[in-house]
């Protein structure tokens, strides 16, 4: 299987209005683990505008990935997502704009794709869900993990100003969000 491309005929999500109550909110001061070895405070970030986006997985390895994982609407395509943000650093920066990851995944297996993938961009780890409590970010799950929803949050001045919900496909995304920075920065 080839996780850094997306297949044919995969199922759209529905925008079902589970972000709905996310614009203008307040980001609070979370601290998290970062894929670059530090902890990020994702509050306080210091950024004209920060893409804060939520991916279920990247694949590991082989088999690591449930076998009904395409079948589950918005869940494929995680690592074309990263990699097509990563390509698109020097754009994101020319806006001001700093993307930041987000994924239930521990920050070890996370280290180990982002170094694998040569991915930029931090990747922090929510394995807590501490976001999920905070601002109710929502998730689904698959046997016995809780894994976010694909999302991504504009934040400016510790402010969420625009979200982007649902994300279909993920690995086309980078330009809804460069478009959006292009009107709005």
Not at 123 to 147: A, G, H, Y
């Amino acid at each position: 299987m080839n996780f850094t491309e997306l297949p044919k005929n995969l199922p759209r999500p529905d925008d079902n209005g589970e972000c709905d109550h996310l614009s203008e909110t307040e980001m609070p001061a979370i601290i998290l683990p970062s894929t670059k070895g530090n902890m990020v405070d994702i509050g306080r970030i210091e950024a004209n505008f920060v893409v804060l986006y939520f991916f279920p997985m990247m694949a590991v390895s082989e088999g690591s990935i449930s076998e009904e994982w395409d079948k589950i609407p918005g869940a494929r395509g995680c690592t074309p997502q990263n990699i097509a943000i990563n390509e698109h650093l020097d754009e994101l920066s020319r806006h001001g704009a700093i993307p930041i990851g987000i994924s239930t995944q521990s920050i070890r297996d996370l280290s180990k794709i982002s170094l694998t993938r040569h991915l930029s961009q931090h990747v922090l780890s929510d394995s807590d869900l501490k976001l999920k409590q905070e601002l109710n970010i929502p998730v689904f799950q698959v046997e016995n993990t809780v894994m976010y929803k694909r999302l991504t949050l504009i934040i400016k001045n510790s402010k969420i100003v625009k979200v982007f919900y649902p994300i279909f496909p993920p690995d086309k995304h980078i330009f809804e969000i460069l478009d959006w920075l292009q009107v709005n920065a």
